[in-house]
């Protein structure tokens, strides 16, 4: 077997320098979904649909040398007149692998890209369930996690927060 130009030996591709993020894992940490007034919503009159209010976090935690386990934890409520049609809560994580990256870029990598990797598995998963449940896939607009990222550097620095990582090394 010969080398291939740009290859290192025994066939591995060279790295270039820049480091390399691997997913290891993905998979649902915790899912619950509550429709707690499917009665009540179906008998309305009108096709009025639910307001949907949003929320969404990233949490980072180390796991072993170079290993780091990323969390995306969304929640969706949504009201039609003030009663709440569904409730849907998905912690959704992966396990990742990162080398080669300096420390004070670690955290844009974990908060950033990690995320990024992970929301359109979320974003299905939501979607199917609230289908599943009787109502219209909740259908999640996608995230700018630059720009999350930035706001919640602001606010740190803004607020004193001494830091936006849980359990990361410094």
Partial sequence: MTDQPGNGSGGAPETDGRGSLSVNAQFIKDLSFESPNVLRIMSQPGTQPPEVSFNLG?????????MFDVTLTVRAEAKRDNIVAFIVELAYAGVFTITGIPPDQLEPILFIEAPRLLFPFA?????????????????????DFVDLYRRKLAERQGLGDPSLQNNLPN
């Fill in 58 to 66: 990233v949490q980072a935690n180390s796991v072993g040398p170079d």
């Fill in 123 to 143: 974003r299905a998963i939501i979607a199917d369930l609230t289908r599943d449940g009787g109502y219209t896939p909740l259908m999640l607009n996608p995230i």
